[in-house]
């Protein structure tokens, strides 16, 4: 869509010789970029939301005296997209890997949180060391 816009700008352009089509290319890549980081600064922040509440749900199964992993696959279920689907690739990641700190990282690029950085510290800090890890959580 966007480059049969740019490619009618251009012709416009070229027909009527003036610098209207040069402006209208260029105001339609900038309108794009805006709508792009708009809808980028949307996901972070459902995102963000949804991290919260699933940190809440892991923390309150391993309560329950479940491991990390089984609270991660159980509450990843429950949870909504976008996050589910990233917590679902994480968790076949885990089961290709069989290391829980390689499928978190494995992720961390498709959520774009501080806080899922720190989470992700937050579980090879205590698996090197040991811990009551729902404490953490909470």
Not at 30 to 35: A, D, E, G, P, S
Not at 100 to 106: E, M, P, Q
């Given at each position: 869509f966007i480059l049969v816009v740019m490619s009618g700008f251009v012709t416009f352009s070229f027909l009527f010789n003036d610098s209207y089509g040069i402006a209208g290319m260029i105001t339609v890549i900038?309108?794009?970029?805006?709508?792009i980081k708009g809808r980028i600064n949307k996901r972070k922040a459902v995102l963000r939301d949804q991290f919260a509440l699933f940190?809440?749900?892991v923390?309150?199964?391993m309560k329950s005296h479940l491991s990390?992993?089984?609270s991660l696959k159980?509450?990843?279920e429950k949870t909504e997209e976008p996050l589910r689907k990233e917590m679902t690739r994480m968790i076949q990641v885990y089961h290709t890997e069989n290391n829980?700190?390689?499928?978190?990282?494995?992720v961390a690029d498709f959520i774009p949180l501080d806080e899922y950085?720190?989470?992700v510290t937050g579980v090879e800090i205590n698996k090197e060391i040991g811990g009551n890890f729902s404490k953490l959580l909470e």
């Open positions: 900038l309108m794009f970029r805006v709508w940190l809440v749900r923390s309150n199964m990390l992993e089984e159980i509450v990843t829980i700190i390689k499928a978190l990282k494995s950085r720190l989470f």
